[in-house]
Structures are given as C-alpha cells and as structure tokens.
Nanobody, 115 residues
C-alpha cells in the first residue's frame, strides 16, 4: 500500500504561480506513470499532466505551455509547476500513481485562482 499526499495548493491571483507536490510513502519507481488530475466544481475530473518512469511528459491542451510536471525519484515526489494561472484553473488537484495492476490516488489539494 502506498499513500500519496498532495500539498502546495492555495489561493492566488490570475497570472500567479503555484507549485504542487505529491509525496509518496514508498518508491514512485513502482509506478510507470505519475499523473496530476483536477476536478472543478460540477465538472468531470480531467487529466492535467503525466510523466512516465522514463520522463516522457504529456499535458492537457488547456495547460500546455503554462504547467510543467517533474519527478524526483530520490525524494519520491512529483511536482506540478503552474504558471500564468487563470480563474478556470480553479479546482481540486489530485495525484495519481499508475502501476501494474494498481492505482493510487491522493486526497487532493485545492487551488483557487481569483482576483
């Protein structure tokens, strides 16, 4: 069993930046992808960004060029650097580890972008 704990959320003005962290209680090397999802109020959860064990990244169209996903295997942590934030980025952000026959979700962290 692995626990994923997100942190770094908060309130920020449009145009601002936040860095989210997803810390795993065990090795993230067991996951072939680490992912960030988000869910805004009244909307379906959507993929924001993902990174493979080989550091191949993928981004949702709405965040390309603004968000960057990265991983630190030594610290068992995945990051999401979010720049040029917009009100439509407001959501609960979740971390998901996908392994062979196992998926683990974190509890989520709230990001609010408002003036």
């Amino acid at each position: 069993q692995v626990q994923l704990v997100e942190s770094g959320g908060g309130s920020v003005q449009p145009g601002g930046s936040l860095r989210l962290s997803c810390a795993a209680s065990g090795s993230i090397g067991r996951f072939y992808t680490m992912n960030w999802y988000r869910q805004a109020a009244g909307k379906q959860r959507e993929l924001v960004a993902s990174i493979t064990s080989g550091d191949v990244t993928k981004y949702g169209d709405s965040v390309k060029g603004r968000f960057t996903i990265s991983r630190n295997n030594a610290q068992n942590t995945v990051y999401l650097q979010m720049n040029s934030l917009k009100p439509e980025d407001t959501a609960v952000y979740y971390c998901l580890g996908v392994g062979f026959g196992e998926n683990y979700w974190g509890q989520g962290t709230q990001v609010t972008v408002s003036s």
